[in-house]
């Protein structure tokens, strides 16, 4: 039975919601199995003295590790413009957003959001698009800027911009200009618990400033993205599709009010429409290899097989004249090397738990599955069987996500769709190694925009499919709600 107050004051809006508390999909915690331990199974790594989420999994074989290495170092040492006396990492851009992955993914881990309005975003990116639908990119780009803003470019003018402004460098006219440099401005929101304890919420209103090659479409949809962590990407690759298929509840025929969807994608490999799995909103078939190729097109400017095209739309004629570095393949970044980049994603271990069996890590345990988080966070799979990644196959492990998509409500909806996902619909991110992101490279922000500093403001924002699970949360007596956050940050 649960004690039910009058009435809360929802976080962003303020305004008042009638509460209808019901038990549907609450339920008691399973058995405490030994195995949530080790989140990755035999995969998981210990990281003491140092958490990091770029650690090889503990049961990769001795004779893999110089491929991880070098696949480490090509998504970690820097891209250079071409050409240079280095054919190997030449290449980068012309537009851009980063030099590298490990640049975004900071020591395997999310990017961090600009404190300051006069600090630049770089890491987190804007995605783009205007209305419509396209079976292939999943959306349709903005005809001029394309589907990413690039605040990056190899301009010399820009890459000097700082000194520029001291010494007056003048800027060349023909060259390549980011295409807009962005900042975001906080706003800010108090929430206040039936027990009257407050938090402050905060959420980020991009500015978009110097925009290079003229106004945006009017129609033009934008949605913030903050780098996830990237560790055990490997190991959710490998969840047999069956058993996310099975959580999914389009029509949410068991009327719990949450309708977990999988949204389809196009496979760049196998040219057809696919389940999606990676991306915030599962926007990337689940093919570690795909997201790697489009990553490095989209992100880095890096042309590979996949994606041989250069990150220019055709109204960007200088940037489509700017040298490339391609090597004998007509790419920059050839297919063996993009195997290594690829491998090095999947072979990211898993940090093992250091505090799962506490008393006040149990007792935050029983409150999780008694909220009903593990409906959507749902807590583990055994992995498939490959002939390629054999210690990554048949593992249990436990990332605490369903990877369908739920509608998430206003206060966190983009407004942009992506190929089948709605602009309120979000993919359930996994919890594995949540508490350790200030340990792993000191960012904090948590959500698919970064807004949320802490466990307890990301649940405070959750609204849609998840406002009865929030409620319950919200109606929790403080010390429990401590609880249950401590759970959180030990997985
Ligand atoms: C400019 C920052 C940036 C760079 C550089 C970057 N990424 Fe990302 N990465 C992101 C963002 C933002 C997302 C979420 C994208 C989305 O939802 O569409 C993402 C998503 C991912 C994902 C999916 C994770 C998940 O949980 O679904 C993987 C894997 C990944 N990136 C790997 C890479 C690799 C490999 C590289 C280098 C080739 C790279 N990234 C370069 C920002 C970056
Ligand atoms: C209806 C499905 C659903 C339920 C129920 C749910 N979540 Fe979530 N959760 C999500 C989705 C989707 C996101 C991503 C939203 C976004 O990025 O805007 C998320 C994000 C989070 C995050 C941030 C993770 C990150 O990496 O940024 C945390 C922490 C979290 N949830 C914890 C919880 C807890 C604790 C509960 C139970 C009180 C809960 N969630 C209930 C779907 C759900």
């Not at 402050?200 to 962590?229: C, H, Q, V």
Request: a neutral charge; aromatic letters at 8%; hydrophobic letters at 35%.
């Amino acid at each position: 039975m649960y004690i039910i107050p009058k009435s809360v004051t929802s976080a962003a809006t303020g305004s008042c919601l009638l509460l209808i508390v019901s038990g549907c999909g609450n339920s008691a915690a399973p058995t405490l199995s030994s195995s949530e331990s080790l989140p990755g199974g035999e995969a998981s790594v210990s990281i003491q003295p140092f958490a990091s989420f770029q650690l090889p999994a503990e049961n990769l074989p001795q004779a893999q590790h110089p491929d991880f290495h070098a696949g480490k170092a090509l998504a970690h040492q820097p891209w250079v413009r071409a050409p240079t006396i280095t054919t190997a990492r030449d290449g980068l851009g012309p537009l851009y957003n980063a030099r590298t992955c490990l640049f975004c993914h900071i020591n395997g881990g999310r990017s961090q959001m600009p404190e300051s309005p006069d600090r630049e975003l770089i890491g987190p990116f804007v995605r783009i698009s205007i209305p419509g639908k396209d079976k292939i990119q999943g959306v349709v780009p903005e005809p001029v800027y394309g589907d990413q803003l690039h605040t990056q470019s190899v301009a010399l003018s820009h890459q000097l911009r700082q000194v520029s402004q001291l010494k007056k460098v003048s800027l060349k006219a023909e060259e390549v200009k980011p295409e807009a440099y962005i900042y975001i401005d906080w706003q800010h929101s108090t929430f206040t618990y039936p027990d009257q304890t407050q938090v402050n919420l905060r959420w980020p209103k991009p500015r978009i400033t110097k925009l290079a090659y003229g106004e945006l479409n009017a129609d033009t949809m934008f949605s913030l993205r903050n780098s996830p962590p990237i560790h055990g990407t490997g190991l959710l690759e490998l969840i047999p599709q069956t058993a996310i298929d099975k959580l999914a509840d389009p029509q949410d025929s068991n009327g719990d009010g949450i309708s977990g969807r999988v949204n389809h994608v196009w496979d760049f490999e196998q040219a057809r429409t696919v389940p999606g799995r990676f991306g915030l909103k599962a926007n990337r078939a689940n093919n570690l290899r795909i997201v790697t190729a489009a990553a490095f097109t989209g992100d880095v400017g890096i042309t590979n097989p996949l994606f041989p095209q250069q990150p220019c739309t055709e109204a960007q004629t200088r940037c489509l004249k700017t040298a490339n570095g391609n090597g004998e393949e007509g790419v920059e970044i050839p297919d063996n090397l993009l195997s290594l980049v690829t491998d090095f994603l999947r072979n990211l271990g898993v940090p093992k738990r250091s505090n799962w069996n506490s008393e006040p890590v149990l007792a935050g345990r029983e409150l999780f599955y008694q909220s009903g988080c593990q409906q959507c966070h749902h807590p583990d799979y055994t992995t498939a069987e490959s002939c390629q990644l054999p210690h990554l196959s048949k593992q249990k492990i436990w990332p605490y996500t369903d990877l369908l998509l739920h509608d998430m409500g206003p206060d966190l909806a983009d407004g942009r769709p992506d190929y089948q996902a709605s602009g309120s619909e979000w993919r359930t991110p996994p919890l594995w190694g949540v508490g350790l992101r200030e340990a792993v490279n000191g960012s904090n922000n948590l959500l698919h925009d970064g807004r949320a500093r802490t466990v307890e403001e990301a649940i405070l924002w959750h609204g849609g499919e998840a406002k009865q699970v929030r409620r319950h949360f919200v109606n929790l007596k403080a010390d429990q709600r401590q609880l249950l956050i401590e759970f959180v940050k030990s997985l």
